[in-house]
């Protein structure tokens, strides 16, 4: 049996639905699993009215509680807000605009990779580290792939998972593809290998399914997410969740 299935794992979740969308057909059949999500905090100013249509973090962790319930695993939330809710000393939005949250990290977030990391350290213990790798290059999934990093020199037993759905050969509406080599060049890393673990679509249809406002936004519907996942299983060569060994 696979070490991701028979030791204790750790997910590290950048948003409220990204362990699931990526690391969902594991979830679902491992029997001792923590998801800790690091932005998941509400909003400390009024959003913007460009941004009053997204769900906002408190519907989101319901979403996630009844995911998190359909999987059988723990969770944690840190109390982190999303990028688009983190705002500079004076008042300003790090990332005024949406594109901007695909790109470099601003200067004033660069202390919450320690942040994370510090948080992580004490419940890694014993576990295997699932972390993202930031394909698609989200600045929060790049917070959490450089505290990878860091989780690993530290002397963790860590694995990178990719992030759906930007690595899907057909995305969907909202995002644009990305691949993980280009993922890997950003952080720096080569990939020495990766494991793959079969999963149960159907399953994990069904936990992704608990997150609707973001299967709204990503997709437009259910059918349309079944759609997406088949063509990277498709280019995976079947229904599996592959995770990445990386070297720095």
């Not at 995911?67 to 999303?82: C, N, S, T, W």
Request: proline share 6%; with cysteine.
């Amino acid at each position: 049996m696979s070490a991701l299935l028979s030791q204790p794992i750790l997910v590290l979740s950048p948003h409220l639905d990204d362990a699931v969308l990526s690391c969902g057909g594991l979830l679902a059949q491992h029997q001792n699993a923590l998801v800790i999500t690091a932005f998941s905090a509400d909003p400390p100013h009024e959003r913007p009215p460009l941004l009053s249509k997204l769900a906002m973090p408190s519907l989101r962790r319901d979403e996630d509680a009844k995911a998190m319930m359909r999987v059988g695993a723990q969770r944690q939330y840190l109390d982190i807000p999303d990028a688009i809710d983190r705002r500079n000393l004076a008042g300003e939005r790090l990332y005024p605009r949406l594109a901007g949250l695909f790109g470099v990290v601003a200067r004033e977030d660069a202390p919450l990779r320690d942040q994370i990391t510090q948080a992580v350290t004490p419940l890694a213990e014993g576990r295997l580290l699932l972390v993202p790798m930031a394909v698609g290059a989200h600045v929060d999934h790049q917070l959490c792939a450089h505290a990878g990093r860091k989780l690993q020199s530290a002397g963790h037993d860590v694995l990178f998972y990719e992030d759906a759905p930007y690595v899907y050969p057909n995305p969907g509406k909202a995002v644009q593809g990305d691949s993980v080599m280009r993922a890997a060049g950003r952080l720096r890393a080569r990939v020495q290998g990766f494991e793959d673990v079969p999963i149960d679509d159907i399953a994990k249809s069904q936990a992704v399914a608990c997150y609707a406002s973001q299967v709204l936004d990503l997709f437009g519907d259910m059918a349309s997410y079944s759609v997406a996942i088949q063509s990277h299983f498709e280019a995976l060569g079947g229904e599996i969740e592959r995770f990445y060994h990386l070297r720095f």
